[in-house]
C-alpha cells in the first residue's frame, strides 16, 4: 500500500503563505486536501485527478490555494497564500479515491498523518 507523508506546516501569520508537500511512495491517481481542527469534521480542502489535473477546491479557498503534482515525484502541493486563523487545522493529503463524491473523507482509502498549520491574528 502507498505511504503518504506531509511536511511543510508550521506558524505563520495572518496574510502570510505555507506550502504544504504530500510525499507518496508509490504512484497515486486522484488524491486530494482534508482538514480538521478538533471536535470537528475532516474538512474538504482541494482535490486533483489524473492524468488531466482536473482540479476542485473548496469555495473557502478559492483564489489563495493552489493545489499541484509533480508525477516524477509522486508529490503533490498545496501552496497556501494569503492565510486567515480560520485556515488554523491539521492538514492531510489522501490518496486512492474510491468514487462517488470528491469532498467527502469516505472517498478516500489512503492518509497521511497529517500536518499542523497555525494562522496567527
Known amino acids: 500500500q502507498v505511504q503518504l507523508v506531509e511536511s511543510g506546516g508550521g506558524l505563520v501569520q495572518s496574510g502570510g503563505s505555507l506550502r504544504l508537500s504530500c510525499a507518496a511512495s508509490?504512484?497515486?491517481?486522484?488524491m486530494g486536501w482534508f482538514r480538521q481542527v478538533p471536535g470537528k469534521e475532516r474538512e474538504f480542502v482541494v482535490h486533483?485527478?489524473?492524468?488531466?489535473?482536473?482540479?476542485g477546491y473548496a469555495d473557502s479557498v478559492k483564489g489563495r490555494f493552489t493545489i499541484s503534482r509533480d508525477y516524477a515525484k509522486n508529490t503533490m502541493y498545496l501552496q497556501m497564500n494569503s492565510l486567515k486563523p480560520e485556515d488554523t487545522a491539521v492538514y492531510y493529503c489522501?490518496?486512492?479515491?474510491?468514487?462517488?463524491?470528491?469532498?467527502?473523507?469516505?472517498?478516500?482509502?489512503?492518509w497521511g498523518q497529517g500536518t499542523q498549520v497555525t494562522v496567527s491574528s
Open positions: 508509490g504512484r497515486t491517481f486522484t
Open positions: 489522501a490518496a486512492h479515491f474510491l468514487g462517488g463524491d470528491f469532498t467527502r473523507p469516505q472517498g478516500f482509502r489512503s
Open positions: 486533483i485527478s489524473r492524468p488531466d489535473d482536473r482540479t
